[in-house]
């Protein structure tokens, strides 16, 4: 089995690290912090062009690579000295032990954050050892296309290739359940972010949990 984790809202509340990052980086570049933004189930490629956009300014790639040398420095500090009252979600480590120890599972990344901030908040929180492949915001704005991209990596790191009837993809928000139905696959919504179990079965999780630590006996 396959196995495809968000990280925001999902394993980990980073207390709003990640939202101040974007901030100070903006006032950093732009000298101001920029527009309100919804970050549930956003791409980190998706989020920046909106900022450039919010100030008129053609988000190029060199720009956003810019952009987000200047986030994850920001990113990286606020978790390490800022304060804020970051978590691992309730069920999150035992539930990676549980499956680290199936010889036949694969465990990766399936989020919005670039690779970058990724490897950042796993290791801040004492995760990364869990994730070797994975699929980021850094990779296509479009989070429905990185369902794909985390396959082929997933085959390439297990030595075979998984069907979407093998692929589980775990998160908290619809665009979760839609980037799971993108590629056949099946979603677990984890009702530890903004919505609420109901709210995830109304928009097409094949299950819900109200935590990860629900999961732990039947995933």
């Known amino acids: 089995m396959l196995y495809l984790f968000d990280i925001d809202g999902t394993l980990v509340d ?7 990052a974007l901030q100070e980086a903006s006032r950093e570049i732009f000298g101001d912090e920029g527009p309100m933004l919804d970050l549930a189930g956003s791409t980190d490629l998706g989020i920046v062009a ?7 300014i053609e988000p190029t790639r060199e720009r956003i690579d810019t952009y987000l040398a200047a986030y994850f ?5 606020n978790l390490a000295h800022g304060n804020f009252p970051g978590r691992v979600f309730e069920g ?3 539930l990676l032990v549980e499956l680290k120890q199936r010889p036949q599972a694969a465990v990766g990344l399936l989020t919005g954050n670039a690779e970058c901030g990724a490897a950042t908040k796993m290791r801040h ?14 990779d296509h704005a479009d989070r429905n296309r990185l369902g794909p991209i985390a396959m082929e990596r997933a085959a390439v790191h297990a030595g075979r290739k998984f069907s979407p009837q093998e692929t589980w993809v775990i998160g908290d928000t619809p665009k979760d ?4 139905q993108a590629i056949g696959a099946r979603c677990l919504g984890v009702a530890t972010g903004r919505y609420s179990t109901a709210e995830l079965d109304a928009h097409g999780a094949d ?3 109200e935590s990860l630590r629900a999961a732990i006996d039947w995933i």
């Open 50 to 56: 909106e900022i450039y956009l919010h100030f008129q």
């Open 207 to 209: 299950r819900t949990v």
């Open 73 to 77: 420095l920001r990113l990286e500090w």
């Open 177 to 180: 359940i839609a980037c799971a």
């Open 92 to 94: 999150a480590a035992e």
């Open 125 to 138: 929180f004492g995760l990364a050892e869990h994730f070797s492949f994975g699929a980021y915001g850094c």
């Open 14 to 20: 980073t207390g709003g690290a990640g939202l101040a």
